[in-house]
């Protein structure tokens, strides 16, 4: 068994955070690349850009964890998973469930694949340059669930749970009393 608490430590905190902020960067750099190939984009300044960015995130951000919510309740047979307010961040917890890992990587996954499919499917149809910051800034925050996933890479992980502390990876089943998802 070992853990992964991203929130234990404020240096490690304060280094992934700033991952996150240059895969931002870099993500804006390569879809406005991409997306001058494609299309005409529809340009707004840079300030714009940053509040619609901004404002469209915070709701993104929601839909997020709505997504998280939904598959945790559908790959655990409707359980009610736990919200958690931390660090300004609300964030979404099953604890006392074990997931295959191919569940959990659904469970990641999900959000970055739905949310970010619909956003370059918006961008197609009216593509404003705020619609690339959206996107971008969704895929920063993303960066957190793939990093979660990195331990299901360990190919002696049976189970993972996700708790209110951090991600639990298990290389042999738990064996207290508490509901499995190992059929």
Not at 97 to 125: D, R
Request: aromatic share 18%.
């Amino acid at each position: 068994m070992f853990k992964i608490d991203l929130f234990s430590s404020k240096k490690a905190l304060e280094g992934f955070i700033l991952f996150q902020f240059a895969v931002v960067m870099i993500s804006i750099l390569l879809f406005y690349k991409m997306a001058y190939t494609m299309t005409h984009v529809i340009e707004q300044n840079i300030i714009l850009n940053i509040v619609y960015g901004i404002i469209g995130f915070t709701l993104v951000y929601f839909l997020h964890e709505i997504i998280h919510n939904v598959m945790f309740r559908l790959l655990s047979k409707g359980n009610k998973p736990t919200y958690r307010f931390r660090l300004g961040m609300i964030t979404t917890h099953m604890p006392n469930v074990y997931f295959k890992k191919w569940q959990y990587i659904t469970i990641m996954l999900a959000p970055l694949v739905i949310i970010t499919s619909a956003l370059f499917l918006l961008f197609s149809y009216y593509a404003y340059s705020s619609i690339i910051f959206i996107a971008c800034f969704h895929i920063g925050y993303c960066v957190m669930d793939m990093y979660f996933l990195t331990g299901v890479l360990n190919k002696n992980v049976q189970l993972i749970e996700d708790t209110d502390e951090g991600i639990v990876y298990y290389t042999q089943s738990p064996t207290h009393g508490f509901q499995t998802e190992i059929e």
